[in-house]
């Protein structure tokens, strides 16, 4: 029998009592009231063990509650540091990648403008290169056109005279 069942047998004893007439006291079975509270003082040491039982094991684990709460703070707290550092690393990394993008585009456009500067140095020597054979090639048409007017003579003294230009 437990705490409960033998208080609620107390209680239904004394209300089952003979009322004394004209009094608040009533007749009572004593043998039985001590029997039930005997039962009631050897239960009682078995409730408070379980109930301290009950406390201990609630206190421990509000303890390890409170440790594991700990625990997963402190885990939250490394794994964001962990993010933020990686997201450092990141923002460092792109930084340091959007620089060398730069670095290499500017690189670029300098070769681009160095390459333009070349080809048009080697075009413009070209050109005047183009420019004396042309101006030579026109001499050479008009000693033709002028040598059908003149002898043979003339020609050679002219020829003589007026050497082609050389070409190199």
Known sequence: MDVDEIVARLRQALEDARALPMSAS??????????????LEAEL????????????E???????????AA?????????????LSDTEVFQFA???????RAAAAQECEGLR??????????????????TKTLDAVSRGRD?????????????????EANPLPDFD
């Open 45 to 56: 040491p078995v409730a408070f063990a379980t109930s301290d039982n009950i406390v201990s």
């Open 113 to 130: 403008r160095d390459t333009d500067d070349y080809v048009d140095m080697r075009l413009a020597n070209l050109e005047v290169t183009l």
């Open 94 to 100: 792109k930084a340091e990648a959007d620089k060398e």
């Open 26 to 39: 009533a007749v009572v079975n004593r043998t039985e009231l001590l029997d039930l509270i005997g039962k």
């Open 143 to 159: 000693r033709l056109r002028q040598r059908s007017d003149l002898d043979p003579s003339t020609l050679a003294a002219e020829a």
């Open 71 to 83: 625990e997963i703070i402190a885990a939250a707290k490394d794994e964001r540091e962990r993010i």
């Open 58 to 68: 609630r206190e421990d684990l509000v303890t390890h509650a409170h440790r594991e």
